[in-house]
């Protein structure tokens, strides 16, 4: 179960203007089908082609609905509900769930708010749609409040307080708090408190699930491969019988008192030093019309023009900031418009100026046509593509939307309707009401906040905090408008050819460059108007030598703070965005690259830079300064953390000093030069390892031959790598077999299990699918014998850590408890893993099988995260054939495979290593 995060980001990609005609109200979606049961029970069913279908159960009641006796009760009974019912004993739902195909969690689950319960099934065909409803019907009125479950569960929830609630809270919480510190929110955490969770009853929690769970304070929602028909009669059938209490339903509270006083907040740990702005854009009424929605997407657009201004001010100038960031900030219904940027204490007054001093511009002078064109093209984008998008939307999408349409009141709309508002905005906006519209909201009362430093005085930055209104209320200065003449990029010196082409199944179109690059082109409507593009190597860290570790670390952010041709880094991010094109480098252990997203339309431009990137990079020395200084920061703060300390300890026992896997040190990265970070670059993009371009786009492959003979087949490679691939992990073969880190600063411990075996194995499509596939059925035990049985821990979780390339066997486990429980997890970890080592059955297998197709089945509908699994199984070695046929790669893998494959990760012959973070004052777990 998850709760709704208190402070929740939403973020849109449509937006408008005030205008006479705006009085038109939205169109909701027609293809809903609505209706009400005489006991007040409302359904809302969405007939769709797709095979899946979505169930969601929403009861208008949470935790302001709760009395001074029941602070927590609403989330406790969602718990309740999974733990035995009237038709499902203990956990039985989630298990025949996951046996269809489908995982608690992502797929199964629920969550409390304040004022709302959602129950979520996502089921994988329409044969489990009766065993869904049932559910939920016992959820309405069914659920078994078994004594035993209930202090089993106790356990769990709990676990979530260590999960959820640290008590070392982050600057964002602390601030959140004192935002609604005036208001019923405050004592209304949808957890309550541990003593309300520790002292719940059975009588109590009945007691507030009698009262709240009601027809006529809930809405069934049922989406997918279902007739709307049909379906109405069987939730007669089913739900008529739930008898109404007569009371009323529940009133909502839409408004809240909110403190928007200017504060100083102590940041948390792993946190630098911030500065952000909050304003209240009085907005709270429910998105109806035209004229709200247009205005919703207007602030959009100004926060994005926001976010490229500073991000250029402070690239341009050099200063080192860990993050540049704006965004719309949802509290509940109310609406704010907020940004920040984060840095290191020392550059507080340099950042401080320069954040001001944009904002003051952009207040005061707007910005050009040219940065507005910049960010409008993602809208035209979205209207382009609108088809494509659309058609990838699958029954959970439109139930989540649901559930967000009856919590708000918001109007979701269907293609048509949707097409129709953001045409017309776009039709609408210009350069003249862009800028009244920074006018208007770079004018409103700014609510500032400072996160500082534990090293820095209170006062020094409360007197800061108290000088910003004065410093902000100067008159801005115009920019210069610099982007009048832009020289091209680096253009080939000659052409180069095509070797071969070969036509394969699945739409696939295959190269051969003279360069010996081989392009896989895969001719898709899906793709719409965008082309999703992937240039990728085997490689990254496993082709340097240890001293290019370091410059490794630091070549991409320098290369994009430094541009391309005459281009600096934010011209050319403005560049980039007018051609409606996004390109981002990569370098990771085992392989490296880039990945692109372009119009179609400027494919050119696209290859263009990727000629450009792999041939001749812009490294600015100053630039170099800047990310060093920005990552000794991120480093710094990552050390100092509890959580740093203890993974550095774990990394540093685990691996040899000259391991790629090992962290690299500040002192490593300050004596890193612009020489060495070519170096990095020639050493990768110089040779081709096994290199691929794969493409996914609606385009014909002869629109696409001319542009890879002009800017692809030119790019020169050297006939030999300098050294070859070292895919060795360097691991310690002599671990300590215990460690013990004592620098928490919870009361309560992370227990973390390594289990290594450096013995190598092949690394195949198959092993790769079924590492995936034991990773499933690991997690279904661990949860089942850590959370359900022992009530330890809210979210264990294992998972591996191996890279592609590498042979070994890798996999972590991450529990969080009390200091007390510590040798009870340990028990149950060497249980599972034993378990896991002797007895994987048939029976796990087979729900592992369909998860994993279940999980891979997204993927036809998205040709970007398609794009980026060939060129992982392409550059590797795996082929692309297991990714053609899913279900027959899953299905091959029998018995007996896995069961060879569990034993060699668990077994007797991998290493275990157990590591402890305890509160630092704590006495040693013995």
Known sequence: MQLI??????FFVVLGVSNPTYAKKLKADSNWVTGTLENGLKYHIYPTDDSEVSIRLVIHAGSLQENEQQKGYAHFVEHMAFNGSRNF????????????????????????????????????SKVQLDTGLTWMRDVADGINFDAQQVEKEKGAILGEFRF????????????????????????????????????????????????????????????????????????????????????APTRKQRKFN???????????????????????????DRITKQKQLHQLWLDEVSQALIRQRLSAAFSESAVPVQKVNTFTQWI?????????????????????????????????????????????????????NLDATWQAHKPPYYASNKVLELDSGEIVQDKLNHAKTLQKFIDYVNLKRVNRNLDALLSSEITWVMGKAQSEEQSFVEARLAQLPAAYAKQGAKP???????????????????????????????????????????????????????????????????????????????????????????????????????????????????EADSAVDSLPVAFNVIYNIVTELNLAARQLEAVKQQVFQDNRVYLESPQGQFERAINNNTYLSDSRHRFISNGELASVTVEQLQQVHDTLFGYSRNSKLVIVADIEPEQLAPLLVKYIAPIAFKLQPNNELNLGNGYNLNPKPELEVAAFNEDSVVVLKRIINASPQPRTAKATFAEDMLSKISNMRLYQQVREEAGLDYAPEMYPVIQDGESASDWMIYTHVTPQDVPIVQQQLNKLLDGLSASITQQELDAAAKQLISGLKPLEQDPFQRSWFYSRYLIHGYGIEALLDVEQTAQSIDLEYMQQRAKWAFGDSAKQMDAILTPAQLTPVQ
């Open 5 to 10: 995060r208190i402070w929740m980001l939403l």
């Open 89 to 124: 004993a203990g956990n039985d739902i989630i298990k025949i769930i996951e046996q269809s195909g489908k995982q608690f969690g992502p797929d199964i689950n629920a969550f409390t708010g304040y004022q709302t319960t959602v129950y979520q099934l996502d089921l994988a």
């Open 164 to 247: 959820s609630r640290p008590e070392n809270q982050d600057l964002y919480t602390k601030a959140y708090l004192k935002l609604i510190g005036d208001s019923v929110l405050a004592d209304a955490d949808p957890l309550g408190s541990e003593q309300s969770v520790q002292q719940a009853t059975v009588a109590g929690l009945k007691s507030y699930y009698q009262k709240w769970y009601q027809p006529h304070n809930a809405e069934l929602i049922v989406v997918g491969d279902v007739n709307a028909a049909v379906l109405a009669q069987q939730l007669q059938q089913q739900f008529s019988n739930w008898v109404s209490n007569g009371d």
């Open 258 to 284: 909110y403190d928007l006083a200017s504060n100083v907040f102590t940041i948390g740990d792993n946190q630098s030093p911030t500065l952000f702005y909050v304003i209240d854009r009085n907005a709270s």
């Open 332 to 384: 509940h219904h109310d609406r704010f418009s907020a940004g920040e940027v984060v840095f290191a204490p020392q550059q507080r007054a340099t950042v401080e100026t320069i954040f001001l001093a944009t904002l003051r511009s952009l207040r005061d002078f707007g910005v050009t046509q040219n940065e507005l064109e910049s960010v409008l093209v993602d809208y035209q984008a979205t209207l382009n």
């Open 480 to 594: 210069v408008e610099n982007d009048k003449v832009i020289e091209e990029f680096l253009q080939p010196s000659q052409s180069g050819k095509i070797l071969s082409r070969v036509d394969r199944e699945a739409n696939f179109t295959v190269w051969q460059l003279s360069n010996g690059l081989e392009v896989w082109f895969q001719q898709d409507p899906q793709a719409g108007e965008r082309a999703y593009i992937q240039y990728a190597s085997q490689g990254g860290k496993a082709a340097l030598p240890k001293e290019l570790y370091a410059a490794s670390q630091l070549l991409v952010d320098t290369a994009v703070r430094s541009g391309l041709g005459e281009f600096n880094g934010a011209k050319l991010d403005r560049f980039l965005r007018k051609q409606g094109v996004a390109i981002f480098p990569y370098i990771n252990l085992t392989q490296h690259g880039l």
